[in-house]
Nanobody, 119 residues
Framework: VQLQAYGGGFVQAGGFLRLSCAAT????????MGWYRQVPGKERELVAS???????TYAESVKGRFSISRDAARNSATLQMNSLKPEDTAVYYC??????????????WGRGTLVTVSS
């Protein structure tokens, strides 16, 4: 079981990007899925997450601009990032708690994807 991340890239300030993440393999259930980001010299921080009950959490800095949604059938989640700012520039990482059968919980990280927002 692994996470596959898609999206990212380069955009001018005010633009938008979309990140997607999917859990693949013998997935029985995804408890939660989210995106973190990290810039050099700083700790990785939560950007947004969504639970299997559709409860969402956002960092204060992205509220009103980013939106996370999940597709339970595809074991995936999408982060829509609008009104991007230069300070959103970072490497973004997908994270998920994935349950496989027989019952085993996996805390998984996807490969980072670079988001660059120019001023």
């Amino acid at each position: 079981v692994q996470l596959q991340a898609y999206g990212g890239g380069f955009v001018q300030a005010g633009g938008f990007l979309r990140l997607s993440c999917a859990a693949t393999g013998r997935v029985a259930h995804v408890s939660h899925m989210g995106w973190y980001r990290q810039v050099p010299g700083k700790e990785r921080e939560l950007v947004a997450s969504v639970t299997s009950g559709d409860k969402t959490t956002y960092a204060e800095s992205v509220k009103g601009r980013f939106s996370i949604s999940r597709d339970a059938a595809r074991n995936s989640a999408t982060l829509q990032m609008n009104s991007l700012k230069p300070e959103d520039t970072a490497v973004y990482y997908c994270n998920a708690e994935v349950i496989t059968m027989p019952y085993e919980s996996h805390d998984l990280w996807g490969r980072g994807t670079l988001v660059t927002v120019s001023s």
